[in-house]
C-alpha cells in the first residue's frame, strides 16, 4: 500500500480504494481478515483514524465487515460487489464519454463499434 500526498484525493478514499482492490484481485480473498486500522497506519506512517475512516466506507458498502474484537473481514460476495461497481462506474466514466464524443464526431453506433473492435485486435497484435 502506498498513499500519494500531493493527490488530490483524500487518504481514507485510498487507503478505501487500495484495499478495494486488494479484495478484487484476491490478496485478501473473502472471508478473510484484512490487517487491522493500527498495522496500515504504522505501515503508513498515519493516523489510524483515517485508516478507519476508510475501512468504515468499505463496512458502508458492505464489501467488509467487524467481528468484535477479532477485526475487520472481507464479506462473502465482496468481489462481485467490487465488481458491479467498477462495471458502473467504467461505463460512467468511459463508454459515456466516448458516446458523446462519439455524436460531436457525427460517428454512427456502427463506426464506434468497428474502432472498439479495433481496439481488442490491436491488443492481441
Known amino acids: 500500500m502506498k ?3 500531493g493527490s488530490e484525493r483524500p487518504i481514507f478514499i485510498q487507503i478505501a480504494e487500495q484495499i ?4 478484487f484481485t484476491g490478496i485478501f480473498p473473502e472471508e478473510e481478515k484484512i490487517p487491522s486500522t493500527n498495522e496500515v497506519a504504522v505501515l503508513l506512517n498515519i ?6 475512516k476508510g475501512m468504515n466506507r468499505l463496512v458502508e458498502e458492505d464489501i467488509i465487515y467487524k467481528r468484535r474484537g477479532l477485526g475487520m473481514y472481507v464479506k462473502t460476495g ?3 460487489k ?4 467498477r ?3 467504467f461505463y460512467d466514466q468511459y463508454v459515456a464519454a466516448m458516446i458523446r464524443e462519439a455524436e460531436k464526431l457525427h460517428m454512427t453506433k456502427e463506426q464506434v463499434i468497428a ?3 479495433r481496439g ?3 491488443e492481441r497484435d
Open 82 to 85: 467490487i465488481r458491479a461497481k
Open 78 to 80: 465482496a468481489v462481485e
Open 120 to 122: 481488442y485486435e490491436d
Open 115 to 117: 474502432m472498439v473492435e
Open 20 to 23: 478495494e482492490d486488494s479484495i
Open 3 to 5: 498513499i500519494d500526498s
Open 47 to 52: 493516523n489510524p483514524h483515517t485508516v478507519l
Open 87 to 89: 462495471k458502473n462506474a
